[in-house]
T-cell receptor, first 112, second 114 residues
Framework: EDKVVQSPLSLVVHEGDTVTLNCSYE??????LLWYKQEKKAPTFLFML????IEKKSGRLSSILDKKELFSILNITATQTGDSAVYLC????????????FGTGTRLQVTL | GAGVSQSPSNKVTEKGKDVELRCDPI?????LYWYRQSLGQGLEFLIY????????KSGLPSDRFSAERTGGSVSTLTIQRTQQEDSAVYLC????????????FGDGTRLSIL
């Protein structure tokens, strides 16, 4: 059965800390792995990763994929209260199905 | 509009009633997806459209659920004879046809069944 597992489930850090969120997956016909940030409503797209070992970076956020070990990490440096959200990892695969399979998310709370 | 638009944003209805949820994708996006997010759960895939056809309906939980898409644009998700377990946030996403393009989500419809 295809699955995506995120850890930790929740995390509380102080502003300025660096956090690492984890995502492991088991899917057939893997195409890409995506990270989303969900605050109150729509998940907003952060990164799409298709190749191993190539870091994607956007400001204080970065992510990398390991297709051999079947996992990805999302790093946030110098966290701010505005980073508080649920971070969702999803895997896109094709075949008879073309859909995202999501993990349950990591809830990050950044405190002052 | 610039993003995926869903309506209504909130819907409260009595058990047994039918509901219709609407999604207007980003202009030019041919792929459209419906997901469901229940409290404390991850997003659960429901159905996928490519143009007006639905090659993957595997996630629809029962025959009370149906969806259609017309003109390659707007989609409606219909739930007949609603049950309390249908209460969830229903999210729509769209993307370009290339399957390696990210999906962009709407704000969802929060459905509450009394």
């Amino acid at each position: 059965e295809d699955k995506v597992v995120q850890s930790p489930l929740s995390l509380v850090v102080h502003e300025g800390d660096t956090v690492t969120l984890n995502c492991s997956y088991e899917v057939t016909n893997f195409r890409s792995l995506l990270w989303y940030k969900q605050e109150k409503k729509a998940p907003t797209f952060l990164f799409m990763l298709t190749s191993s070992g190539i870091e994607k970076k956007s400001g204080r956020l970065s992510s990398i994929l390991d297709k051999k070990e079947l996992f990805s990490i999302l790093n946030i440096t110098a966290t701010q209260t505005g980073d508080s959200a649920v971070y969702l990892c999803a895997v896109f695969y094709t075949g008879t199905a073309s859909k995202l399979t999501f993990g349950t998310g990591t809830r990050l709370q950044v405190t002052l | 509009g610039a993003g995926v638009s869903q309506s209504p944003s909130n819907k409260v209805t009595e058990k047994g009633k039918d509901v219709e949820l609407r999604c207007d994708p980003i202009s030019g996006h041919t792929a459209l997806y419906w997901y469901r997010q229940s409290l404390g759960q991850g997003l659960e895939f429901l159905i996928y459209f490519q143009g007006n056809s639905a090659p993957d309906k595997s996630g629809l939980p029962s025959d009370r659920f149906s969806a259609e898409r017309t003109g390659g644009s707007v989609s409606t998700l219909t739930i007949q004879r609603t049950q309390q377990e249908d209460s969830a946030v229903y999210l729509c996403a769209s993307s370009f046809w290339d399957s390696n393009q990210p999906q962009h989500f709407g704000d969802g419809t929060r459905l509450s069944i009394l």
